[in-house]
Nanobody
Framework: VQLQACGGGVVQAGGSLRLSCAVS????????MGWYRQTPGKQRDLVAS???????TYVDSVKGRSTISRDNAGNRWYLQMNNLKPEDTAVYYC???????????????WGQGTQVTVSS
């Protein structure tokens, strides 16, 4: 399973970015897709997640400013971030939890990080 994330960049406060992540792996069934972020010296924290039935979760600090979505096939998911603030600056990582048919348990996989920098 490979995850490819893209969409980071440098924006001014109040601007918008859309992150995207694609998962590859024939037959892999996704259950939960998410975005996490991490700043230097701190742990990686959940930003938003979406399940295979469309249920979403957001950290309080991004509620009302961000939307997580996915395609119908469950192979791509997105994080639309609006009204960005300097405190949103971090490396953003996409994550998927799922399994192949032959696996009995689900596993968690990470994409490479993409840097988001919000200037004041």
């Amino acid at each position: 399973v490979q995850l490819q994330a893209c969409g980071g960049g440098v924006v001014q406060a109040g601007g918008s970015l859309r992150l995207s992540c694609a998962v590859s792996g024939s037959g892999f069934g996704t259950n939960v897709m998410g975005w996490y972020r991490q700043t230097p010296g701190k742990q990686r924290d959940l930003v938003a997640s979406i399940t295979d039935d469309g249920s979403t979760t957001y950290v309080d600090s991004v509620k009302g400013r961000s939307t997580i979505s996915r395609d119908n096939a469950g192979n791509r998911w997105y994080l639309q971030m609006n009204n960005l603030k300097p405190e949103d600056t971090a490396v953003y990582y996409c994550n998927v939890v799922g399994r192949f048919p032959q696996q009995r348990i689900r596993n968690s996989y990470w994409g490479q990080g993409t840097q988001v920098t919000v200037s004041s």
